[in-house]
């Protein structure tokens, strides 16, 4: 039986905060991971140019991998590609990520939330769709950080961040109105979850981090036939770096994913 793969993309290393809580989900799957780091970052690039190129790179992955589903670990493609993707590529089913609006406003008790994404993400319509749709009662901060995906790839290579940086880019996050106070952050884009610790001890009060990762796995989860549900997957996972030529601490780091690069 050929092992058709689940594929996990996004433009760095943040959809590895998908794929580790999909595969404790889904042991019997298979995995490729593709990063496309010959685009990173995505939060800059202007809308019509990294629609199409990220059109045109499923074309190819899909062709490559013919995966069973695609997991778009990257709110700033999934908020402006996903009708296109489907529209494209009507065989595949595509699992979005999207700022996780909704469950903030379900949870809040202050009102005050605040979503953290990349300024892509933040200026998005569809971003904007989905406070008006479920947080009208809330009153909900977005905030584009310029800086936070790139911090959060040099920290998972070389180990190292900046903690005055991530204190000066979560600042903005931090409301107080009329003797309340933020209780949410909605981490709106998978790169971040690995720097909350860092975002813990540099916010200056808590808040509920709020990290869709989990969600997201089962939502691939539930779309997916039970058919491996008693296996454990056979080949290697692999991740796909379109640059072709990710450098020595990036190899490491897949590797300590237990991803191959290929
Ligand atoms: N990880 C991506 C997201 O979820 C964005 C990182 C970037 O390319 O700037 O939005």
Same mark, same amino acid.
């Given at each position: 039986?050929?092992?058709?793969?689940?594929?996990?993309?996004?433009?760095?290393?943040?959809?590895?905060?998908?794929?580790?809580?999909?595969?404790?989900?889904?042991?019997?799957?298979?995995?490729?991971?593709? !990063?496309?780091? /010959?685009?990173?970052?995505?939060?800059?690039? $202007?809308?019509?140019?990294?629609?199409?190129? &990220? @059109?045109? %790179?499923?074309?190819?992955?899909?062709?490559?991998?013919?995966?069973?589903?695609?997991?778009?670990a990257?709110?700033?493609?999934?908020?402006?590609v996903?009708?296109?993707?489907?529209?494209?590529?009507?065989?595949?089913?595509?699992?979005?990520?999207?700022?996780?609006?909704?469950?903030?406003a379900?949870?809040?008790?202050?009102?005050?939330?605040?979503?953290?994404?990349?300024?892509?993400?933040?200026?998005?319509?569809?971003?904007?769709?989905?406070?008006?749709?479920?947080?009208?009662?809330?009153?909900?901060?977005?905030?584009?950080?310029?800086?936070?995906?790139?911090?959060?790839?040099?920290?998972?290579?070389?180990?190292?961040?900046?903690?005055? !940086?991530?204190r /000066?880019?979560?600042?903005?996050?931090?409301? $107080?109105?009329?003797?309340?106070?933020?209780d &949410? @952050?909605? %981490?709106?884009?998978?790169?971040?979850p690995?720097?909350?610790?860092?975002?813990?001890k540099?916010?200056?009060?808590?808040?509920?981090?709020?990290?869709?990762?989990?969600?997201?796995?089962?939502?691939?989860?539930?779309?997916?036939?039970?058919?491996?549900?008693?296996?454990?997957?056979?080949?290697?996972?692999?991740?796909?770096?379109?640059?072709?030529?990710?450098?020595?601490?990036?190899?490491?780091?897949?590797q300590?994913?237990g991803?191959?690069?290929?």
């Open positions: 039986m050929t092992e058709r793969p689940v594929l996990v993309f996004d433009s760095g290393i943040g959809g590895l905060t998908v794929l580790r809580e999909a595969r404790v989900l889904m042991p019997g799957r298979h995995f490729v991971y593709v !990063a496309d780091d /010959a685009g990173f970052p995505y939060g800059a690039w $202007e809308e019509a140019a990294l629609q199409q190129r &990220i @059109v045109e %790179l499923f074309g190819r992955l899909i062709e490559e991998h013919d995966p069973e589903i695609a997991v778009i990257c709110n700033t493609a999934s908020t402006l996903l009708d296109a993707l489907r529209v494209a590529f009507p065989d595949t089913p595509f699992v979005g990520t999207v700022p996780a609006i909704k469950p903030a379900e949870r809040t008790r202050s009102g005050l939330v605040s979503v953290l994404a990349t300024p892509g993400t933040v200026k998005r319509q569809y971003t904007r769709d989905l406070i008006t749709q479920w947080a009208s009662k809330c009153h909900v901060r977005l905030v584009g950080s310029d800086n936070l995906a790139g911090l959060a790839e040099i920290y998972m290579r070389q180990g190292f961040v900046d903690e005055e !940086a991530v /000066a880019e979560i600042a903005p996050c931090f409301v $107080e109105r009329e003797g309340k106070r933020t &949410i @952050v909605v %981490l709106a884009c998978t790169h971040y690995f720097l909350v610790n860092r975002m813990r540099t916010a200056p009060w808590p808040v509920d981090w709020l990290d869709p990762a989990e969600a997201i796995a089962r939502r691939a989860l539930s779309l997916l036939p039970a058919s491996h549900a008693s296996q454990i997957a056979q080949s290697a996972d692999r991740a796909v770096f379109t640059s072709g030529a990710p450098d020595f601490p990036t190899r490491r780091l897949m300590g994913f991803l191959q690069v290929a």
